[in-house]
Structures are given as structure tokens and as C-alpha cells.
């Protein structure tokens, strides 16, 4: 079967830096995602990787090695509306282009 | 970045009519559609791809006949929950893929979502 896990919860406090993993285990890969939602929201996308390595996007970085089939998201200096669920998603099929979403991090920031 | 406009946003209905939700592509053409159901607090869960003058494609579990899909125009897909049941109370979103815009899960733009609540 194809699974993304992540952690469920995390907590921090304003200005901190998170890290939020994702290891994956799906049929075929060609790429991870990182959506963030908030509350009754639809899913805003984030960062994508296909290769090895370190993408970076404002306070947002993603990190990926395909090798250990495993991925992060990197929150830095942490804002009360980064509250959120954060969704890593793999891309399994190179023809199609739906996406297979992990179980999500709920990430609570606090003052 | 595209838009996907999703009605309703939320929708009561009682048990055992029929509730459709219309997810449309405002400003790009999108072949490929496709339909996620979330319950509280769980997972986005693929329900089935939607692929314009074609058959959907269903995910495993997912009841064809329940879940009615129409991808009749380029702009438009709509499912049709059928004969609905308080388990098929659930949040569900529609996503469109733009061929050339972004990169990965970037090519792929969200509707807003609707909340179907069944008494």
C-alpha cells in the first residue's frame, strides 16, 4: 500500500523554528509536496521537492532525500498564524497527477 | 496563480436525497479534476479522478454509484452525492491541474471546500 507518516501535533512558541518530517512509502515517486490548511480551509500549497536537497521559500524551507524516502518542512521564526495542519503529499504516479496526502501535523503556536 | 471556484461551501440536506457540488476552473482550462473527501481532523483521501469527456476513475472503495462524476466541459466537474447518509457527512474538495503553471503539487489549485452535513 502506498503511507506518508508525519507527526500529529507539534507545538512551539512565537519566533521558534519547527521542523515537521514525513517519511513516505508509496508504489512510485515524483515528488513531495507540503500544503498547508487552516481550519474549514482548503489546502494552500507550500514548497515542492523532486530532487535531493533544500528548497527555501521565505520563512519556509522543505528538504528531501529519496534515498531514505523521507522529507521535512522547516518553519522559521514561528507566527501566531502558522497555526495550522500541515500535509506532506507524494506525487506516485508519473502519468497522473494526483496526490497522495500524509495524515497531517497540526502545528499550535503560542505566545 | 488559477482559481477554482467550489459551491456550495456548505450544504445540509436530509437523509436519503441527493446533494451535487459543482467545482469550476474560472480562469484556466483543466482537463484533469479531481475529488478528496476529509473527515475532522484526518487526511485529504483521493476519491477519484475526474477527466473531462471520460469515465472517472475511482479509487479503491470508493462506490461509483454513490459518488457521481461529470467532467462534461474543460471549466466544469461536479459530483453528486447520491442517496446520502450521515456517514457521508464529510468535508469534500475539488482540485484542478494546470499543465503549466508551478511545479508539482503547485500544478494543482484547491477549491474552497464544502462541508455536506446529512440529518
Not at chain 1, 501535533?9 to 514525513?22: K, L, P, R, S
Not at chain 1, 521559500?57 to 507566527?79: A, H, I, K, N, V
Request: aromatic share 12%; glycine share 10%.
Amino acid at each position: 500500500g502506498q503511507s506518508l507518516e508525519q507527526p500529529s501535533e507539534v507545538t512551539a512558541v512565537e519566533g521558534a523554528i519547527v521542523q515537521i518530517n514525513c517519511t513516505y512509502q508509496t508504489s512510485g515517486f515524483y515528488g513531495l509536496s507540503w500544503y498547508q490548511q487552516h481550519d474549514g480551509g482548503a489546502p494552500t500549497f507550500l514548497s515542492y521537492n523532486a530532487l535531493d536537497g533544500l528548497e527555501e521559500t521565505g520563512r519556509f524551507s522543505s528538504f528531501l532525500s529519496r534515498s531514505d524516502s523521507y522529507g521535512y518542512l522547516l518553519l522559521q521564526e514561528l507566527q501566531m498564524k502558522d497555526s495550522a495542519s500541515y500535509f506532506c503529499a507524494v506525487r506516485a504516479d508519473q502519468a497522473g497527477t494526483a496526490l497522495i496526502f500524509g495524515k497531517g501535523t497540526t502545528l499550535s503556536v503560542s505566545s | 496563480g488559477a482559481v477554482v471556484s467550489q459551491h456550495p461551501s456548505w450544504v445540509i440536506c436530509k437523509s436519503g436525497t441527493s446533494v451535487k457540488i459543482e467545482c469550476r476552473s474560472l480562469d484556466f482550462q483543466a482537463t484533469t479534476m479531481f475529488w478528496y473527501r476529509q473527515f475532522p481532523k484526518q487526511s485529504l483521501m483521493l476519491m477519484a479522478t475526474s477527466n473531462e469527456g471520460s469515465k472517472a476513475t475511482y479509487e479503491q472503495g470508493v462506490e461509483k454509484d454513490k459518488f457521481l462524476i461529470n467532467h462534461a466541459s474543460l471549466t466544469l466537474s461536479t459530483l453528486t452525492v447520491t442517496s446520502a447518509h450521515p456517514e457521508d457527512s464529510s468535508f469534500y474538495i475539488c482540485s484542478a491541474y494546470h499543465p503549466t503553471l508551478g511545479r508539482g503539487g503547485e500544478k494543482l489549485f484547491f477549491g474552497s471546500g464544502t462541508q455536506l452535513s446529512v440529518l
